[in-house]
């Protein structure tokens, strides 16, 4: 089935005019898209990676595109980067309206009990304790604005863990409750707080479950609709929530799997 996914051209909503988000991880894969999607409706985008030539190719692809994106090298677990990156977008754009938190880890593959100690910390140090200090972070620029959006990016397996994803799946069981318990403190200062679990998108980062035929095979038995996601289908979740069409949403989990199974 031929799907008509969004395009420079093909996106006719400019829901973020005037709006400054900061993506992290995004100079591929679902934190490319999500920046893509967010500067098509207007927003000024930063980007970020943990390697500078990923960063400016991505700037690059994006300015070249029409689309209004700077970007800096960020590795979330460095104090000192992240402060450097609320304040690159401070400099160039002025301030920051949204945070999408997307950066995550897996180094190893297998059950949860199976996961190493040095493993486990470094998932859940990256997944889960970055996410919680890149929104504490923002906060002072969101408060300066009187207002925000944060969207950490979770996953179906918070829901339904894989067995090939043990530790990551408990990690991004995680980001639910952070979500739930930031949005209740930050309701009253009109910062919204969302997530969003995507299925199994095309990825390299989900290569793990596509690496074989068998694999892949059964990945595919667990989604109802019968594929796996592109990254654009993702990104305009997103831009829906952190949109003022989501202005009475906050503290929920929109799942976007296909149909896999995530909760009753």
Known sequence: MERNLCSSSGVAAKRLTGK???VTA????????????LAQEGAKVVVSSRKQQNVDRAVKDLQTAGLEVTGIKCHVANASDRKALFDHAAQKFGGVDILVS??????????VLE???SAWDKIFDVNVKCSYLLAKEALPFLRERKGGSI??????????????LGAYSVSKTA???????????LASENIRVN???PGVVQTKFAGALQESDAAKEETLSRIPMG????????????????????????????????????RL
Not at 26 to 37: N, P, V
Not at 102 to 111: D, F, K, L, M, Q
């Open 151 to 164: 969207v950490f990016i979770s996953s179906i397996a918070g829901f339904q863990p894989f067995s090939l």
């Open 102 to 111: 997307n950066a995550a880890v897996n180094p190893e593959v297998g059950g």
């Open 227 to 262: 594929r796996i996601a592109q990254p654009k289908e993702i990104s305009g979740v997103c831009a829906f929530l952190v949109s003022d069409d989501a202005s009475y949403i906050t503290g929920e989990t929109i799942v976007a799997s296909g149909g896999m199974v995530s």
């Open 115 to 117: 996961c190493s100690e």
């Open 20 to 22: 400054v988000a900061v």
């Open 26 to 37: 995004s100079t591929e894969g679902i934190g490319y898209a999500i920046a893509e999607r």
């Open 195 to 197: 997530c969003i679990a």
């Open 175 to 185: 980001l639910l409750g952070l979500t739930k318990a930031a949005s209740q403190e």
